[in-house]
């Protein structure tokens, strides 16, 4: 069974870089056909698409949040990871990773999530 | 402001049958697939239809999506009191050249 574990800080002071990682068991990370994500939920909102990537390397993001994030991938450690820069309060959110399955595109496996909260 | 507008609430009483709906453009729900997520208080989403109108293994057939046009549409049979959850659509969009998601709808069984 696949399995997909966040980590990181859970307090980054407003301007600094928030950085996660998901580490993935269970499952290869460079099986074709699948996107790895990162979803983002500040508390009581909705949901928000942040970015995906391929084992490969390919990249597609949130066009919104486009100039200040890069995910990327290490095979090796078996897990990808998430840099936003210039935090500020509105980036206080529970952070999600995900796979993105591309026949038919849907997140199909979740982390739990964790909390990261801007604030100095 | 979402992409994809859904009714911020949505209510039925048990055996009741509820819709949440989702609306799009051409640009997303018009050209591309639907999926649907449930999420309960403090947990992640989860699948709940995927390509408009398919169920995961281990989703129950009281679950059912469809699709016409720029908009999309989950109903719920047989309300139950386990049903209370937050119900989030989604779609990719062409033009933004990314994945949008629907505001929520908070679903109460009264």
């Known amino acids: ?120 | 402001q979402s992409v994809l507008t859904q009714p911020p609430s949505a209510s039925g009483t048990p055996g009741q049958r509820v819709t949440i709906s989702c609306s799009g453009s051409s640009s997303n729900i018009g050209s591309n697939t639907v999926n649907w997520y449930q999420q309960f208080p403090g947990t992640a989403p989860k699948l709940l239809i995927f390509t408009n109108n398919q169920r995961p293994s281990g989703v129950p057939d009281r679950f059912s999506g469809s699709k016409s046009g720029t908009s999309a549409s989950l109903a719920i049979s047989r309300l139950q009191s386990e049903d209370e959850a937050d119900y989030y659509c989604a779609a990719w969009d062409d033009r933004l050249n990314g994945l949008v998601f629907g505001g929520g709808t908070k679903l109460t069984v009264l």
């Open chain 1, 1 to 120: 069974q696949l399995q997909l574990q966040e980590s990181g800080p859970g307090v980054v002071k407003p301007s600094e870089t928030l950085s996660l990682t998901c580490a993935v068991s269970g499952g290869s990370i460079s099986s074709s056909g699948y996107y790895w994500a990162w979803i983002r939920q500040p508390p009581g909102k909705g949901l928000e698409w942040i970015g995906s990537i391929y084992y490969s390397g390919s990249t597609y993001y949130n066009p919104s949040l486009k100039s200040r994030v890069t995910i990327s991938v290490d095979m090796s450690r078996i897990q990808f990871s998430l840099r936003l820069t210039a935090v500020t309060a509105a980036d206080t959110a529970v952070y999600y990773c995900a796979r993105y399955r591309t026949h038919n595109g849907r997140f199909d496996y979740w982390g739990q999530g964790t909390l990261v909260t801007v604030s100095s």
